[in-house]
């Protein structure tokens, strides 16, 4: 069973940078598995931020972005706003039809 | 812009079967696209169920395989998902999903709806 992991919170000052990270319980995340991260605000349906690794869906600020870092699929927010507070998820496709969602990173800024 | 709904009862009871649909609008299930369903029980993380395409073709998360099944109805432009021995555990709202067909990611979602198991 394959998991995918993810910090389950993090913090952050207004105005900074925080790098919430997408792994593999084994194995390395790549390109090849076309990391995608969502934004999800309580109540609502999650919001497509970063899909291939690192291209920013329409209407997404450009303080977002996603690469590889390491062994893991990375997403990273410059100069944090307060409306940044949400849950953010990660998913991997596996291949052969099947995507794996990681558990979520609860970010909080303050 | 292509928009989704998701709808079927707010309540199924234990043993039963949950069913739901999602009606696709401003573009066609018939494209080159594959459509999801995705999930999350109250406080909890997403959790992908299964994708079909317009072909019929269908993949499921292995640990739903074996409860979960997904269809597609074209003349109602819309894809519908069944599953069967439903518990408490399956209580969650219910997402569903387009997924692009450049690239390997969910780029539409609908509101989604909560479903609760209970008697």
């Known amino acids: 069973q394959t998991v995918v992991t993810q910090e389950p919170s993090f913090s952050v000052s207004p105005g900074g940078t925080v790098t919430l990270t997408c792994g593999l319980s084994s194995g390395s995340v790549s390109t090849s598995y076309y990391p995608s991260w969502y934004q999800q605000t309580p109540g609502q349906a999650p919001r497509t931020l970063i899909y291939n690794t690192n291209t920013r869906s329409s209407g997404v600020p450009d303080r977002f972005s996603g690469s590889i870092l390491g062994n893991k699929a990375a997403l990273t927010i410059t100069g944090a706003q307060a409306d940044d507070e949400s849950d953010y998820y990660c998913?991997?496709?596996?291949?052969?039809?099947?995507?794996?969602f990681g558990g979520g990173t609860k970010l909080t800024v303050l | 812009q292509v928009q989704l709904q998701e709808s079927g009862p707010g309540l199924v009871k234990p043993s039963g079967t949950l069913s739901l649909t999602c009606a696709v609008s401003?573009?066609?299930?018939?494209?080159?696209?594959?459509w999801s369903w995705v999930r999350q029980p109250p406080g909890k993380g997403l959790e992908w169920i299964g994708e079909?395409?317009?072909?019929?073709?269908?993949n499921y998360n292995p640990s739903l395989k074996s409860r979960v099944a997904i269809s597609v109805d074209k003349s109602k432009n819309q894809f519908s998902l069944n599953l069967s021995s439903v518990t408490a555990a399956d209580t969650a709202v219910y997402y569903c999903a387009r997924e692009s067909d450049v690239k390997y990611y969910f780029d539409y979602w609908g509101q989604g709806t909560l479903v609760t198991v209970s008697s």
């Open positions: 079909i395409y317009h072909s019929g073709s269908t």
């Open positions: 998913v991997l496709y596996m291949g052969s039809g099947i995507w794996v």
């Open positions: 401003g573009g066609s299930i018939s494209s080159s696209n594959w």
